[in-house]
Nanobody
């Protein structure tokens, strides 16, 4: 599966952004999907994940209550709605796919897209 993330940008603290990850391949709906992020000088970290059916979602404590992950299997797309953004959310955001969602280590996920930059100004 090939993944392409989009939707990043510059936003003020308290604002919102919605990231999208478009996947190619007819087996998209068999993969668990995850969003990860990497801030400058820091290791890549798990942000949110969703099972293949969308029935279960998982979040890092730092984003719970502010971010929502969802997927549209008919359109091979996974989304990350980010609300109440904070400067510490600034990072490059990546989407990833695998048979099973692994939150850590990040490199356990098999398929990765290129990232999209999210910058939150204070």
């Amino acid at each position: 599966v090939q993944l392409q993330a989009s939707g990043g940008g510059l936003v003020q603290a308290g604002g919102s952004l919605r990231l999208s990850c478009a996947a190619s391949g007819r087996t998209f709906n068999r993969y668990a999907m995850g969003w990860f992020r990497q801030a400058p000088g820091k290791e890549r970290e798990f942000v949110a994940g969703i099972t293949w059916s969308g029935g279960n979602t998982y979040y890092a404590d730092s984003v719970k209550g502010r971010f929502t992950i969802s997927r549209d299997n008919a359109n091979n797309t996974v989304y990350l709605q980010m609300n109440s953004l904070k400067p510490e959310d600034t990072a490059v955001y990546y989407c990833a796919a695998d048979d099973v969602l692994t939150t850590t280590p990040w490199y356990a996920m098999n398929y990765w897209g290129k990232g999209t930059q999210v910058t939150v100004s204070s």
